[in-house]
């Protein structure tokens, strides 16, 4: 199993905490294997093996999917114990489940711990009868940490040889846990992979929950959004796009389309930040897949959109990190990230190679040189040569970025 210790970090400070902990991320990302690997740790903490409950609802039967039963069957697991740990999975497949839990968590009795694929659902859920009485946790697809930590060996030597081993396996593959099992087989079996967890997250994470009715429809946003990553876009640009292909799209048709693959975790929008104002700007966004594979998988791997694909990466780490991340405008030029935390900011740029292209130097670098503030500052590439630094802004290749920070 994939060992995903900061995860486990998070989890473990809120043990026998009087909240109800709750895992959320796009299907396949992992939480299942966290709740396995929490589950061995209160087992290592002391914990009696009986006293870990754990019930996926995905395999449940149909007929069995109610709040009822499922009251009935975990009181009766629950016995005469005075403390358990509740560890639920995909709870959101449950109906009534809130209140299931609601009660369990009002008992005292349970420690408990749910994870979901629909980020719509729990907020307006937990929003109510839960309210205050949670703290959440983001599941993403595998970090370039984890998957090296996994794949240990996976990259071939000429791989090896380079500045970061295994990034490039990384850019190919994308960070799904799943197909990193599939470690000898070609790009096309993992491709088909992906596109079948595309299909679980689009038919029954958007299409079913969100009552919409035109799946082709769907693709085609999603198909967009996927072409465009990491170019700022609104919904009436994607709809003047549709009116070119004679297809006539209302702009909230959509606004709506985005909004439910944002709530099945298939797409993060990332506002524009006014970095001489200071102020969120609401107009034209950017939109970045919940793993790179999604880009490969269903538009084919074309090294034209690594610039995108790097950009999900970088995206995807600092949220990890913990950072609320936007993307910078300063008078006319672009900051690819404008990242806060706390006291903390940091401003990065993303390029491919750098080559020692002067026009390269003075767009990537020249572009953070003009923010008026002593920030760190950061360009990533994956440039294996180029070393050095601008007037006190600093190169790193992506790689050694994404691993060490």
């Known amino acids: 199993m994939i060992e995903r210790n900061a ?12 909240f109800i902990k709750v895992l959320s991320g796009i299907r396949r990302s992992g939480k299942s294997g966290i709740l396995e690997l929490l589950r061995e740790h209160l087992v290592k903490a002391g914990k009696p093996e009986e006293s870990l409950i754990y019930i996926n609802f995905e395999v449940w039967e149909e007929e ?3 709040s009822a039963a499922a009251r009935r069957h975990i009181k009766a697991l629950i016995g005469d114990m005075q403390r358990v740990y509740l560890l639920l999975d995909e709870v959101q497949l449950l109906p009534g489940w809130e209140r299931v839990v609601n009660a369990f968590f009002a008992e005292g009795k349970c420690d408990i711990y749910i994870t979901g694929s629909n980020s719509k659902l729990l907020s307006s859920e937990l929003s109510t009868l839960l309210s205050g009485r949670t703290v959440q946790f983001t599941v993403r697809t595998l970090s370039f940490s984890e998957f090296i ?24 593959r994308g960070g799904f846990p799943g197909i990193h099992y599939l470690k000898n087989a070609d790009d096309t079996l993992v491709y088909k992979t992906v596109q079948d967890i595309f299909a679980a997250v689009v038919l029954k994470d958007v299409l079913e929950r969100n009552n919409l009715r035109n799946p082709d429809l769907l693709e085609r946003v999603t198909r967009f959004l996927l072409d465009n990553t990491g170019s700022l876009i609104s919904a009436r640009s994607i709809s003047n796009y549709f009116k070119s292909q004679n297809r006539s799209i209302s702009v909230e048709t959509i606004l709506d389309y985005i909004a439910a693959l944002e709530a099945a975790y298939a797409v993060e929008k990332v506002r524009r930040y006014d970095v001489q104002g200071k102020s969120i700007l609401n107009v034209r ?15 084919g791997f074309d090294t034209r959109r690594l ?3 790097m950009e999900t990466l970088v995206f995807h780490e600092l949220r990890r990190r913990g950072y609320e991340v936007f993307t910078g405008q300063l008078g006319d030029k672009e ?6 935390k706390d006291s903390e900011k940091i401003y990065i740029q993303t390029t491919y190679l750098i080559n020692n292209d002067a026009e390269i130097i003075k767009r990537e670098f020249g572009n953070l040189l003009a923010i008026p503030d002593q920030y760190p500052k950061l360009v990533l590439s994956l440039d294996e040569h180029w070393k050095g630094t601008v007037e006190g802004v600093r190169h790193q290749h992506l790689g050694e970025w994404l691993h060490r920070g």
């Open 335 to 340: 900051i690819d990230f404008v990242a806060t």
């Open 149 to 172: 930590d996994f794949t240990n060996g996976f990259s071939t030597e000429d791989e090896k040889q380079k500045s970061s081993p295994g990034i490039w396996d990384y850019i190919r």
């Open 285 to 299: 966004e950017k939109y970045y897949p919940a793993d790179i594979s999604f880009i490969h998988a269903l538009l």
């Open 64 to 66: 069995r999917l109610n």
């Open 7 to 18: 995860y486990i970090k998070q989890l473990a400070a809120y043990i026998d905490t009087p």
């Open 307 to 309: 610039p995108g694909v």
